[in-house]
């Protein structure tokens, strides 16, 4: 099993950057698939999670409105779309899959002037 983060880095306030994970080693369509993200010192945090088909989504409040997860089956890829970025959304984002209890090994995201 793979997950592997890209297009995570370095964006001013206001910025957009969208993260990717692509995964491969197991029936991605079946499953559920989530975004946590740990900032130096804190514990990791939920930010946004889809239903294996993507009808069904969740995000914490702290990203509500600005963030958007989507995948793609074909694809076995998942994606956090990211609008409107603030300093407090700088840190390590990690994609998961639900119930495997899978994880990548991170994309940092910096937002910083």
């Known amino acids: 099993v793979q997950l592997v983060e890209s297009g995570g880095g370095l964006v001013q306030p206001g910025g957009s950057l969208r993260l990717s994970c692509a995964t491969s080693?197991?029936?991605?369509?079946?499953?559920?698939m989530s975004w946590y993200r740990q900032a130096p010192g804190k514990g990791r945090e939920l930010v946004a999670r889809?239903?294996?088909?993507?009808?069904?989504?969740n995000y914490a409040d702290s990203v509500k409105g600005r963030f958007t997860i989507s995948r793609d089956n074909a694809k076995s890829t998942v994606y956090l779309q990211m609008n409107s970025l603030k300093p407090e959304d700088t840190a390590m984002y990690y994609c998961?899959?639900?119930?495997?209890?899978?994880w990548g090994q991170g994309t940092q995201v910096t937002v910083s002037p």
């Open positions: 998961h899959v639900v119930l495997l209890d899978y």
């Open positions: 889809i239903s294996s088909y993507g009808g069904s989504t």
């Open positions: 080693g197991f029936t991605f369509s079946r499953y559920g």
